[in-house]
């Protein structure tokens, strides 16, 4: 084997790898959609393929097989005995069936244990080596002759030829000419042609010497190409007309049966078998193709299964969504139905977040007044560790429900709410389901997703998140209501007579105080009153404008709004397994179109 031959073959070997990735993405693809029924005939050919592929890229190294294949009497044993130029090499015979195992052909230049490795593929028992040193124009090429699968030892050749089919390179289908059409054969050979590219499948119709030339031409091969593109679904390259026997070296013609005429393409038969495919390079090319070929198939087989469901597919992705759109948007509304008074954390978290960001007299009293809410309630801890929203309302609703707060996390009032959230949800989602489960059952899932549990799966969590959704959009709420209530103009205008009245019990102060002659302790009573009346009447008049804009009653509604809006804007809040094997599915056509590139 020279250099070109091995470079050649290491190119190969990494496109091999190629297309065993490529199906073992395919085939990762289809097992993450286990319900999806077409999935598992394409996985197992998937695969099939694999193997079949890792079968060909094993035997690069070996000789390039071409298999006869045939009916019964069609000439096949002639057909390789005249390539062969050996008349005995496979016995022909007038009694059906001749040939009852397979027959490897070799010439014996080549390495000797190409024809015996293949052989003990094949199961040896079943299988005859053969060579010739005459033959040795049979570099790199084993031909196998093949059993009949049509006569009535059928069943027993059927076995023996596929196992020949599946370690071909190249297959000459061989026919007789005077009886070309025959059906069985043709629909045998159909799915294993699939697996042949063009180049890799001759057809030859043999015993043309008994025809009239130009019936041959006109009629018989124009209509023997027409039935092969049926009955295959693709077209034949060539087909060779040729007389087999006339090339043996003796013919032994009975006298009344003489060839008819010297029309015969025989010699162009054999320069392809020994000149095209006996080349070294072809070899690697070949088995390359026929790999892509089996890569393709299982691609385009998917294709198709995806392409026929898509409609119903993508209709019930669609109403999948759908539903659960609407689905959330009643368990919402469950909730804010189910609202009690667990809210009254709310006002303490308001005048805490006040408290940061409001300054002079009134930032006082606001700090004060949430410090003053704090030890009232009893959470101080909470606040201390400077915990999120969703605790603070925890610790208050388990601090009213029961005397030892040791868990801060439970809110059997938040379990209402959202347990009647989740009741809703469950009532949209199961009214909608029997529709969506034919959708899917028509699109090749399997039926068993009718099941009420299917249509709930991956609710498990749905009361946390939804818990979780909703103390966010409080959060999100008070956030942007205390941002509001601590603009610049509203702090300025509520401290101007807190600090107008300081500023001018000050400046008194600092006055009388430069000059000598000190104020009597009356001011200061007198003072002191006047700037606590002020400070509180301010921070009350405060209070009724937070009240009326940050109410409790206020902020949860808002909160409820910004909640649903936030959930239609979630395409999956809720993750149906079902709908992830369904995205699968109808994403595998993306992944076909990918490889069609
Ligand atoms: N006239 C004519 N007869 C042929 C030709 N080729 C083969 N025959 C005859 O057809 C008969 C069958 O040939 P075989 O080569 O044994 O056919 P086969 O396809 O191997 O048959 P099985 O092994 O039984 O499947 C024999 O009598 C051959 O002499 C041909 O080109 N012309
Ligand atoms: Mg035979």
Redesign the pocket.
């Known amino acids: 084997m020279n250099l070109d031959r091995h470079t050649a073959v290491l190119k190969a070997m990494g496109k091999i790898e190629g297309f065993k990735n490529d199906l073992r993405r395919l085939n990762s693809e289809l097992g993450h959609a286990p319900l999806w029924l077409p999935g598992r005939g394409l996985e197992t050919q998937c695969g099939e393929a694999v193997r079949m592929i890792e079968d060909i890229a094993e035997r690069f190294e070996h000789k390039l097989v071409v298999t ?1 294949v ?13 390539l062969a130029g050996v008349d005995d090499l ?11 195992h397979l027959i490897v052909f070799s010439g014996d230049q080549g390495d000797p244990n190409d024809a015996g490795q293949l052989a003990e593929a094949l199961d040896s028992e079943i299988v005859e080596t053969r060579s010739n040193p005459a033959a040795d124009r049979f570099e790199h090429v084993l031909l196998i ?4 699968t049509d ?1 009535t030892a059928l069943k027993k050749h059927i076995p023996l030829v596929e196992r020949a089919i599946k370690k071909s390179d190249m297959l000459i289908c ?1 026919f ?2 005077e009886n070309p059409k025959r059906r069985d054969h043709v629909d045998f050979l159909a799915p294993y042609i699939r697996k042949f590219s063009g180049e890799s499948l001759v057809c030859v119709l ?5 025809l009239d030339a130009p019936e041959l031409k006109d009629q018989i091969v124009p209509d023997f190409l027409e039935y092969i593109r049926l009955g295959w679904q693709m077209p034949a390259d060539r087909v060779f007309c ?7 070296k003796e ?3 009975d006298e009344t ?1 003489a ?1 008819k005429h010297d029309f015969d393409e025989f010699e162009e038969l054999k320069q392809l078998v020994l000149h095209t495919i006996n080349r070294a390079g072809f070899i690697v090319d070949r088995r390359l193709e026929n790999a892509e070929r089996l890569r393709d198939f299982v691609f385009e087989e998917t294709g198709r299964e995806v392409g026929k469901n898509k409609g119903v597919l993508a209709d019930a992705a669609a109403r999948i969504t759908a539903v659960e759109k609407e689905a959330l948007g009643n368990a919402v509304s469950g909730m804010q139905a189910n609202e009690t008074r667990q809210f009254l954390g709310l006002n303490i978290v308001v005048y805490q977040k006040l408290a940061q960001r409001w300054l002079g007299p009134m930032g006082w009293m606001i700090a004060i007044w949430a410090r003053l809410l704090i030890f009232g309630s009893g959470i101080m801890a909470v606040f201390r560790y400077g915990r999120p929203l969703r605790q603070v309302i925890g610790t208050l609703s388990a601090l009213r429900h029961s005397k030892d707060a040791k868990s801060g996390i439970e809110d059997p009032e938040k379990d209402q709410r959202t347990a009647a959230a989740l009741r809703n949800y469950r009532l949209v989602v199961l009214a909608h389901w029997p529709e969506i489960a034919k959708s899917l059952v028509q699109g090749g899932f399997d039926s068993s997703i009718r099941k009420v549990e299917d249509a709930l799966a991956g609710t498990d969590g749905f009361k946390d998140r939804l818990a979780f959704a909703w103390t966010d959009a409080l959060d999100a709420e008070i956030e942007r209501l205390t941002g509001k209530l601590s603009g610049l103009l509203l702090q300025i205008l509520f401290n101007i007579p807190a600090i107008g009245i300081l500023g001018y019990c000050g400046w008194l102060t600092l006055l009388t105080f430069f000059s000598g002659s000190y104020l009597p302790g009356d001011f200061f009573m007198h003072a002191f009153w006047a700037i606590g009346i002020i400070l509180f009447l301010s921070f009350f008049f405060l209070q009724l404008c937070i009240r009326a804009a940050a109410g409790t009653g206020r902020i949860t509604a808002r909160a409820f709004a910004r909640l649903k809006s936030q959930l239609e804007q979630v395409n999956e809040f809720n993750h149906n397994p079902l709908k992830t094997q369904l995205d699968t599915v109808l994403g595998l056509e993306a992944l076909v179109e990918s490889n069609r590139q």
């Open positions: 006869l045939g009916p019964s009497g069609s000439g096949k044993s002639t057909l390789l005995n005249a496979s016995k022909i015979g007038h009694r059906r069936p001749t040939t009852d002759d093949t059993p009949d006569s061989v007789d000419a043999n015993k043309c010497d008994r040729i007389s087999a026997r006339r090339n043996l013919p032994d013609w049966a060839p």
